[in-house]
C-alpha cells in the first residue's frame, strides 16, 4: 500500500501544490516539476553500506539484436514506479513493467520500430509518462495510461496496467506524427525524450539531426486530447521573421506546472549549430525556455539564454519547478541548468530572473558572413557550476618537462578567448564542450534544505569551419564528427580534444557533482565521479573523474545517487559530497537514476545500457538495490572485487604472481639442469 508524505507545514509550503506518495516516482523526473527529490529515508549515509543487489533485469536485445545494431543505442531510461511496478523504454522503444520486488517481467509491448534506419541520435528512449484520467471510471480500460514518443516519430498510448493500446486514442492507440518537410532520411526526425501530460493534454516535442543544412525541419512542438488522440495545438518556439533556418526543437524533457496550467520548453539552438549568418539577430525563442498554456499552446513568457547561438549551447536539462526562499520571501520559480555551466533562476509566472542577470560583452569576429550578439546573458547571483576557460596550462601532461605535449599544442593553436569565442577556420576551442556543463540529466533539488545538485562535465571540443570548396572532398579524421551545413558557406567538424593515449586533453577531474545553496549564491561543495576504469587501457582505475551527462537523484534520507561512464551506481553524501558507497553494474549506468518504496523498504534502480557514442561496453540491463535483510550482508566480493580498481588490483596481483612464480620456476629448472650437468 502507498504511504502518505507526511510534513510539517513549512516544509509542506516548500513543495509543488501537487501532493505524491513518498513511494511514488511518477514522472521522469520524479515529479512533473523535475526535481528529482524524494522524500524517502530508509536509506542514510549511516546504513548505505549494507546495500545489496535485489535484481537485474535483461530486456533481451543483447542477445537478440545483432552487434552491429547495439552499438548505435543509448540506454537512457529513467524506470517510473506507478500502478505497482516499474515502467520503463529500451532504446527501441519495447515498454516493459517489472515486478518491483523480484524484478520479474509483468508486461512488454513492442512497438515494432523499424531497425534499417539509422536515427540521427541512435536509439534512444529516454523515458515514458504516466497519466491518469480522473473523468474515467476507477476501473475503466486506460483510465491510467502510458505515453510514449518512439524513434520513428509516432506517440503511442498504453493502459498502465496491462501495457494493451488504448484503442480510443488516435488510430489502435497511436498517432503518427506528420513532418512539414521532406526527410533527408528516416532518422532525422524522432522523439528521445517523454512527453509531458497537464490538464487533459499530452504534449511532445523532437529530436532532430544537427549541422545537416540550413533549411532544415522545425521545431514545432505539438499537443493532442490525451484522452482521444485529437491535436489540440502546434507551437514552433523560432520566430522566422526574415530568417533562414530550422530547429529550434525541444529535445529535451519538459516540465508542467498543473496548478497553473503550464508547460515548460526548454529549446534548442537553430540550425545549423556553427553558423549563423542567414539567421541574424537574436533567435528568439531558440535557446529558451518557454512557458506556454498547456491547454492552448498560447505563449506566457520566454527567456532567452544564449542569443544567436553558433556554439550547440542549447538547453538540454529539464527545467526545474520549486518553490526557493529567497532571502525576501518564497517564490516559485523554474531553475534551468545549462551547457555553459550556469544556473538561471526565473520568476515562474514572468519569466523574469530572481537575481539579475547581467548582459556582459563577449568575444567577436566571428567567421565571414556572421553577425554575433555583442553581448551574452551572465547570471549573477548563482556562481557558474564549473570553470567557463580553459588555457595552454590546463593541458594534460603525463611527462611534463619533456617538451610541449600534443595537448598543449592542440590548445595553443586554436583560437581561444574564453566563454563564446565564435567558431572559425583555423579552429576554435570550446570549453564547456557541447556536451555539457549540464547535459540532459539534468539537476536535482532539495526543496527542504533548499539545496540544487547536478552533475558536470569537463571536456573541450576543437571546432573547425571549413570553407565550402573544401568541403566536398573533406574526410574526417577518425573521432571527428562532419556537417555539411549545406546552405552555409562553411560545413563544420567537431572533435573532442583527446591525447595519443585517447584520454581528454584537459587535466581532470573530467566529471563533478556540485552541490549549490541557492539563497546563499554559494557552492558548498565539489565531488569527483567516475574513475577510468571502464575506459582505459588494461582497466587503470584513476580516480579523474568520467563525462557526465546523466543526472541524479536525492533523497531526504541524505544521499544523492547517480551513476557514471564506469560501470558503478554510487552513493553520496547530501551534505558533504562524500562517496559512501559504489555498486557494480553490468555495464556503466548512463541513466539517471530513481528510488521507490515496495513492501517495507526502500529501492534504487538505474539502467544499465551504456552508451555508445560515449565507448562505453553495451549491455541491455534495469538493477535494483536494496538494504541487505536479515540474515544478508554485502558479499566479500562486493567489498572488494567490485569496488573501482577492484579488478585492476586483482589482476595486477595475479599477473604479478604469475610472472613470480614463472621466474621461480625458471630458476629452479635451471639450477637443477646444472645439477644434473654436473
Keep these: 500500500m502507498l504511504r502518505t508524505c507526511l510534513w510539517g507545514s513549512a516544509a509542506l509550503a516548500l513543495l509543488l501544490s501537487v501532493v505524491r506518495p513518498c513511494s511514488a516516482w511518477e514522472s521522469w523526473g520524479g515529479d512533473i516539476g523535475g526535481s528529482r ?18 535484481f537485474e533485469f535483461h530486456t533481451g536485445d543483447l542477445t537478440a539484436r545483432p552487434p552491429e545494431l547495439m552499438r548505435r543505442t543509448k540506454f537512457q531510461a529513467t524506470p517510473l514506479f506507478v500502478e ?29 520500430i523499424a531497425t534499417n534506419q539509422r536515427p540521427a541520435n541512435r536509439y534512444v528512449c529516454r523515458g515514458v509518462t504516466y497519466w491518469v484520467d480522473d473523468q474515467a471510471p476507477a476501473n475503466a480500460a486506460c483510465r491510467s495510461r502510458i505515453f510514449m514518443g518512439t524513434n520513428d516519430v509516432r506517440l503511442i498510448a498504453l493502459d498502465a496496467k496491462t501495457g494493451i493500446p488504448c484503442t480510443d486514442f488516435g488510430k489502435g492507440g497511436e498517432i503518427k506524427l506528420e513532418i512539414d518537410m521532406q526527410l533527408e532520411w528516416p532518422g532525422e526526425f524522432q522523439i528521445t525524450s517523454p512527453p509531458a501530460t497537464g490538464r487533459g493534454i499530452v504534449v511532445v516535442g523532437s529530436a532532430i539531426g544537427d549541422n545537416r543544412r540550413v ?183 603525463l611527462l611534463p618537462g619533456l617538451g610541449r605535449s600534443s595537448c598543449e599544442r592542440q590548445f595553443a593553436e586554436a583560437r581561444n578567448e574564453g566563454l563564446y569565442t ?48 573544401e568541403a566536398a572532398g573533406f574526410n574526417p579524421p577518425p573521432g571527428h564528427d562532419f556537417g555539411q551545413q549545406r546552405g552555409a558557406p562553411f560545413a563544420m567538424s567537431r572533435a573532442v580534444v583527446m591525447s595519443p593515449l585517447g584520454l581528454l586533453c584537459n587535466k581532470p577531474p573530467w566529471g563533478e557533482m556540485v552541490a549549490v545553496d541557492l539563497r546563499a549564491g554559494k557552492i558548498l561543495w565539489r565531488s569527483t565521479v567516475g574513475t577510468t576504469e571502464d575506459l582505459a587501457p588494461l582497466g587503470l582505475p584513476l580516480p579523474w573523474g568520467a563525462p557526465l551527462v546523466n543526472g541524479l537523484a536525492v533523497t531526504a534520507g541524505g544521499l544523492v545517487f547517480t551513476g557514471a561512464m564506469d560501470a558503478y551506481l554510487r552513493a553520496f553524501d547530501a551534505r558533504s559530497g562524500k562517496e559512501l558507497w559504489q555498486g557494480r553494474l553490468p555495464v556503466p549506468g548512463v541513466a539517471n537514476p530513481m528510488t521507490y518504496f515496495w513492501k517495507g523498504e526502500q529501492y534504487v534502480a538505474i539502467g544499465a545500457g551504456g552508451h555508445s557514442e560515449a565507448g562505453t561496453s553495451i549491455g541491455d540491463s534495469v538493477v535494483a538495490f536494496r538494504l541487505a535483510r536479515a540474515g544478508e550482508a554485502p558479499s566479500l566480493w562486493s567489498r572488494t572485487i567490485d569496488r573501482p580498481g577492484g579488478r585492476f588490483v586483482a589482476g595486477s596481483s595475479l599477473i604479478t604472481l604469475a610472472i613470480i612464480t614463472l621466474v621461480i620456476a625458471s630458476l629452479r629448472w635451471r639450477r637443477s639442469r646444472r645439477t644434473t650437468q654436473s
Design 215 to 397: 533549411d532544415a525541419p522545425s521545431g514545432v512542438v505539438r499537443a493532442f486530447d490525451a484522452r482521444s488522440g485529437e491535436p489540440r495545438w502546434t507551437f514552433e518556439p523560432l520566430q522566422r521573421d526574415g530568417i533562414e533556418a530550422g530547429h529550434a526543437n525541444v529535445w529535451a524533457p519538459m516540465s508542467v506546472d498543473e496548478t497553473r496550467g503550464l508547460v515548460f520548453l526548454p529549446t534548442t539552438s537553430p540550425s545549423p549549430d556553427f553558423w549563423g549568418g542567414r539567421r541574424r539577430g537574436n533567435n528568439e525563442h531558440a535557446n529558451s525556455v518557454i512557458a506556454l498554456r498547456i491547454e492552448t499552446g498560447e505563449l506566457v513568457w520566454a527567456f532567452q539564454t544564449v542569443h544567436h547561438d553558433v556554439w550547440d549551447y542549447d538547453l538540454a536539462a529539464q527545467p526545474t519547478l520549486t518553490r526557493i526562499d529567497t532571502g525576501e520571501g518564497q517564490r516559485d520559480v523554474v531553475i534551468q541548468p545549462t551547457k555553459q555551466g550556469f544556473v538561471f533562476v526565473l520568476d515562474r509566472d514572468t519569466g523574469k530572473p530572481v537575481w539579475p542577470v547581467e548582459e556582459r560583452a563577449v568575444p567577436q569576429g566571428g567567421a565571414e558572413g556572421e553577425v554575433l550578439s555583442p553581448t551574452q546573458p551572465f547570471p549573477t547571483h548563482v556562481p557558474a557550476l564549473m570553470s567557463q576557460t580553459i588555457s595552454p596550462d590546463d593541458a594534460l601532461s
Design 37 to 54: 527529490f524524494s522524500q524517502l529515508r530508509e536509506i542514510t549515509p549511516d546504513n548505505v553500506g549494507q546495500f545489496v543487489r535485489a
Design 422 to 469: 565564435p567558431p572559425s577556420v583555423q579552429g576554435t576551442l570550446e570549453f564547456p564542450f557541447t556536451g555539457g556543463g549540464v547535459n540532459w540529466g539534468s539537476a536535482a533539488f532539495d526543496p527542504v534544505n533548499q539545496i540544487l545538485y547536478a552533475n558536470t562535465s569537463r571536456a573541450a571540443h576543437l571546432i573547425r569551419l571549413i570553407p565550402r570548396a
Design 84 to 112: 505497482d511496478s516499474l515502467i520503463f523504454c529500451s532504446p527501441f522503444n519495447e515498454v516493459i513493467a517489472l515486478d518491483p520486488g523480484t524484478g520479474a517481467q509483468k508486461w512488454r509491448f513492442d512497438s515494432k
